[in-house]
C-alpha cells in the first residue's frame, strides 16, 4: 500500500510516517514536499494521499484543486489548520475523500484513514452534527445494505462519494454515463439528498461503508 505525504515541514512528515507505521502492514511511505514535486510520482501506484493545505507557495483550496488535477484517480485527504465548515464542505465537493483538523488526536487520524482506506468518507464529528449541513438528516439505515437500492446503484454511489467522475465510474462499472446518472439519482433519492456533495455528507454521517 502507497501513502503519499504532502506536507512542507519534513517533521510533520516524519510524525506522520511514525503514527501510520501500524495503519497497514505493507505500507509505503512517499513524500512530497510542494504541489509541484507531485509530477515524481506514477499516480496508478498509488492508493492514499495525505494533503496539507498550507504549503509554502500555495495554500488553501488551489492546493486541493492542482492535486486532484495532478492525481485525478487518487484518494485524497485534507489534513489542515482550519477547521471552517464552508471549506471543508468545498474540499469534498473538489473530490477529496475525508478532511482531518490537525487538532485531532493520533486515534481519530487512524480511524479516519481506515475509513477511507475502506471506501468510506470520513468529516470532522463537529461539521456532522451541524444541522445547517446540506445532507444532514436522520436516516434508519447504517450500510449500504439498508438503503433500497440496487447493488449496482450502491456501487456506482460508493464510487461518487469517493470523487470519482461520472465518466470514471462508468468506466470501472463498465456502463453508460446515462446509467450512471440514473443509479445515482436513484441512490440520492434514497439518502434524501439532491447532489453528490450532500451525499458525501449523508454517507459520512451514517458511517457508510461498501458491502463486506
Given at each position: ?14 510524525g506522520?510516517?511514525?503514527l ?6 505493507s ?11 507531485l509530477?515524481?510520482f ?20 488551489p ?5 486532484v ?12 489548520g ?18 482531518i ?18 471506501g ?18 436522520h ?11 440496487t ?5 456506482a ?8 467522475s461520472n465518466?470514471l465510474i ?17 441512490a440520492f ?24
Open positions: 500500500m502507497n501513502v503519499l505525504l504532502v506536507d512542507d515541514h519534513p517533521l510533520f512528515r516524519r506522520l510516517r511514525h501510520l507505521s501500524d495503519l497497514n502492514e505500507i509505503r511511505f512517499l513524500e512530497a514536499d510542494g504541489i509541484a514535486d509530477v515524481r506514477d499516480a496508478d501506484t498509488i492508493d492514499l494521499v495525505l494533503l496539507d493545505l498550507g504549503l509554502k507557495g500555495l495554500s488553501g483550496l492546493v486541493l484543486t492542482e492535486a488535477a495532478k492525481l485525478p484517480d487518487c484518494s485524497i485527504v485534507v489534513l489542515s482550519e477547521e471552517e465548515p464552508r471549506l471543508i464542505k468545498a474540499c469534498i465537493n473538489q473530490g477529496a475523500s475525508g478532511f483538523p490537525k487538532s485531532s488526536t493520533p486515534e481519530i487520524l487512524v480511524h479516519a484513514l481506515k475509513l477511507v482506506i475502506a468510506g468518507t470520513y468529516l470532522p464529528t463537529d461539521v456532522l452534527n451541524t444541522p445547517s449541513i446540506p445532507g444532514h438528516s436516516h434508519s439505515a447504517s450500510t449500504l445494505d439498508d438503503l433500497d437500492i447493488p449496482r446503484q450502491q456501487a454511489l460508493m464510487l461518487a462519494v469517493q470523487g470519482k465518466k462508468a468506466r470501472e462499472l463498465k456502463i453508460a454515463e446515462g446509467t450512471v446518472k440514473l443509479h445515482l439519482t436513484a433519492r434514497a439518502l434524501n439528498v439532491s447532489n453528490r456533495t450532500e451525499a458525501v455528507y449523508a454517507a459520512a454521517n451514517l458511517g457508510i461503508l461498501p458491502p463486506q
